[in-house]
């Protein structure tokens, strides 16, 4: 998350307005700007944020639907960005950026009011966000919206490799039998976090040619899915990786036996490795992720609006991409 503490008072900001598809060019600049800035001010001055494939914006708007916002400067340019997505009860934002020349004006706390606003309205029971866990700015920033630090976030790279049976994917099913097994996914879904529902997500990631679900199975009865993107983040790049977006699994044990068919996917899919984000309190997955020789990438501070926190399923396994 872009961001930086507001000082003091400059030129009012227009907006919210809804992100369209048309946006998505100016919008890809200035993400890349801000979070390239964001960086540099961290001490990563080499670091240089390319812009996103812009079928990952496209998939971000339309899942984020109406809580896709941006204002507009007197001149009508973009100066700042939220996206609000919700599955269910589950809320969080981003990505979400102020342009750096209206940075320290107070618009940063209205274009995160307007997202806890909207979560609220559409009846999420968690809020929450992901930032660097160095960026104190960020943090102090967040905390002062009434966000409260939570877990890291430890994005782990699986090498892709195939395995001894072949992942059951999505799309490979028939219609009708794939809209059982859609179904079938919210339903576990619903058992293991309850008021959690990531059929939007399935049916996007369907829709827009981004990747596919891989689907567990015990005999005849659904004990697990993964949702993946195989398309490239970034625009114009070479496909290096799997992103792991989602994980719902009916024991955290059987995690063991996802992790070869997400790894036969990234093969499959012409990727080197597969990406998968694990916060830290699933200490069971992130030991059987070690133990087969995932290595940790980076790492994110996941915070929470206070009284909107996440809270760990009773039983199962479930892991949430708080980043497009």
Same mark, same amino acid.
């Given at each position: 998350?872009?961001?930086q503490?507001d000082?003091?008072a400059?030129?009012?900001l227009?907006?919210p307005y809804p992100?369209?598809e048309?946006?998505?060019s100016?919008?890809?600049?200035?993400?890349?700007?801000?979070f390239t800035?964001?960086?540099?001010?961290?001490g990563l001055?080499?670091?240089?944020v390319?812009?996103?494939?812009?079928v990952?914006?496209r998939? @971000?708007i339309? =899942?984020?639907?109406?809580?896709?916002m941006?204002?507009r400067?007197?001149?009508?340019?973009? !100066? #700042?960005?939220? *996206?609000?997505h919700?599955?269910?009860y589950e809320g969080?934002?981003?990505?979400l950026?102020v342009?750096?020349?209206c940075q320290?004006a107070?618009?940063g706390?209205?274009?995160?009011?307007?997202a806890i606003?909207h979560l609220?309205?559409?009846g999420c029971?968690v809020?929450?966000?992901e930032?660097m866990?160095?960026?104190?700015?960020?943090i102090?920033?967040?905390a002062?919206?009434?966000?409260?630090?939570?877990?890291?976030?430890?994005?782990?790279?699986l090498?892709g490799?195939?395995?001894?049976?072949?992942?059951?994917l999505?799309?490979?099913l028939?219609?009708?039998?794939?809209e059982?097994a859609i179904?079938?996914?919210? @339903?576990?879904? =619903?058992?293991?976090q309850?008021?959690?529902?990531?059929?939007?997500e399935?049916?996007?990631? !369907? #829709?827009l040619? *981004?990747g596919?679900?891989i689907?567990?199975?015990?005999g005849?009865r659904l004990?697990g899915?993964?949702?993946?993107?195989?398309t490239?983040l970034?625009?114009?790049?070479a496909?290096?990786?799997?992103?792991?977006?989602k994980?719902v699994?009916?024991?955290?044990?059987?995690?063991?036996?996802?992790?070869?068919l997400?790894a036969?996917?990234a093969?499959?899919?012409?990727?080197?490795?597969a990406?998968i984000r694990?916060q830290?309190e699933?200490?069971?997955?992130?030991?059987t992720l070690?133990?087969v020789g995932?290595r940790?990438?980076?790492t994110?501070l996941?915070?929470s609006?206070s009284d909107y926190?996440?809270?760990?399923p009773?039983?199962?396994?479930l892991?949430s991409n708080?980043?497009i």
């Open positions: 998350m872009a961001m503490p000082t003091h400059k030129a009012r227009r907006g992100i369209t048309q946006d998505i100016p919008l890809n600049v200035m993400f890349s700007e801000a800035d964001r960086y540099r001010r961290d001055v080499g670091v240089r390319p812009p996103l494939n812009p990952i914006w998939y @971000a339309q =899942n984020a639907a109406d809580g896709a941006l204002w400067d007197e001149r009508g340019g973009i !100066a #700042a960005f939220n *996206l609000a919700h599955s269910g969080w934002m981003g990505p950026a342009r750096e020349d320290g107070g618009h706390k209205v274009i995160v009011r307007a606003d609220k309205d559409v029971r809020i929450g966000l930032t866990p160095r960026t104190m700015d960020n102090g920033f967040y002062s919206m009434g966000f409260v630090p939570g877990r890291l976030t430890l994005t782990m790279t090498d490799a195939p395995s001894l049976r072949a992942p059951t999505l799309s490979a028939e219609s009708a039998e794939r059982r179904a079938a996914c919210a @339903a576990l879904t =619903n058992r293991v309850p008021g959690y529902d990531y059929t939007r399935l049916r996007l990631t !369907a #829709a040619g *981004l596919d679900t689907l567990l199975h015990e005849d004990v899915f993964a949702l993946c993107h195989s490239s970034v625009e114009g790049r496909r290096e990786e799997i992103r792991v977006l994980v699994m009916q024991d955290e044990s059987l995690f063991s036996d996802m992790m070869p997400l036969d996917y093969r499959r899919s012409g990727a080197i490795r990406a694990v830290s699933h200490t069971r997955t992130f030991r070690v133990e995932a940790v990438r980076w994110d996941r915070m609006l926190e996440e809270r760990a009773s039983s199962g396994l892991i708080w980043e």
